[in-house]
């Protein structure tokens, strides 16, 4: 059974940094295209980083050029390096395990979920 655990989440002062971390098991960690989503209180949940099995990057404009995402198929985990964090960063944050030839920041691309992790950036 595939599992996805995320960690790292804490309350940070605006302009910090954090590392979320996603740790997989039951599935071909290798094998996965993985991405980030977010959802923010009364929002929607949305997208906001991806890497593919061979470390092409995608991310969402609001986070370009602050974060980054990595993986380590040895470890079987995906990172999230978050940097100049804005108070409109708070949000839980999720790993997800993407389906082969679905489109990249859209939701349903995604079949497996992790429960999330909670990130507080204040001002």
């Known amino acids: 059974q595939a599992l996805l655990v995320e960690s790292g989440g804490r309350l940070v002062q605006a302009g910090g940094s954090l590392r979320l971390s996603c740790a997989a098991s039951?599935?071909?960690?290798?094998?996965?295209?993985m991405g980030w989503f977010r959802q923010a209180p009364g929002k929607e949940r949305e997208f906001v980083a991806f890497?593919?099995?061979?470390?092409?990057?995608d991310y969402a404009e609001s986070v370009k050029g602050r974060f980054t995402t990595s993986r380590d198929n040895a470890k079987n985990t995906m990172y999230l390096q978050m940097n100049g964090l804005k108070p409109e960063d708070t949000a839980v944050y999720y790993c997800?395990?993407?389906?082969?030839?679905?489109?990249?920041?859209?939701?349903?691309?995604?079949?497996?979920w992790g429960q999330g992790t909670q990130v507080t950036v204040s001002s």
């Open positions: 997800a395990a993407k389906l082969y030839g679905m489109p990249i920041k859209e939701q349903r691309s995604y079949r497996y």
């Open positions: 039951g599935l071909t960690f290798s094998g996965y295209d």
């Open positions: 890497i593919s099995t061979d470390s092409i990057r």
